[in-house]
């Protein structure tokens, strides 16, 4: 199962960094989708238990899996 982390609007002509309290990138989903197919983003990276990215303006929102 998966909770909600986040959700945001981001208006156009800009772009946010976005950091998720998880380890790995294949947990996190937007809008039902896997991460790594998310349209625009840029500079996804895993460091320190935490997945990174840059997105541009849009809507959003990342679900992580729900904790054990």
Same mark, same amino acid.
């Given at each position: 199962?998966?909770? $909600?982390?986040?959700?945001?609007? +981001?208006? $156009?002509?800009?772009? @946010?960094?976005?950091?998720?309290?998880?380890? @790995?990138?294949?947990?996190?989903?937007?809008?039902?989708?896997?991460?790594?197919?998310?349209?625009?983003?840029?500079? +996804?990276?895993?460091?320190?238990?935490?997945?990174?990215?840059?997105? $541009?303006?849009? @809507?959003?929102?990342?679900?992580?899996?729900?904790?054990?």
């Amino acid at each position: 199962a998966e909770e $909600p982390a986040g959700r945001g609007f +981001l208006p $156009p002509n800009t772009q @946010a960094q976005v950091s998720l309290p998880t380890a @790995a990138a294949t947990d996190v989903t937007e809008s039902g989708r896997p991460l790594r197919e998310l349209a625009g983003a840029r500079g +996804l990276s895993e460091t320190d238990g935490r997945v990174q990215l840059v997105v $541009p303006a849009g @809507a959003y929102t990342f679900n992580l899996p729900a904790p054990r």
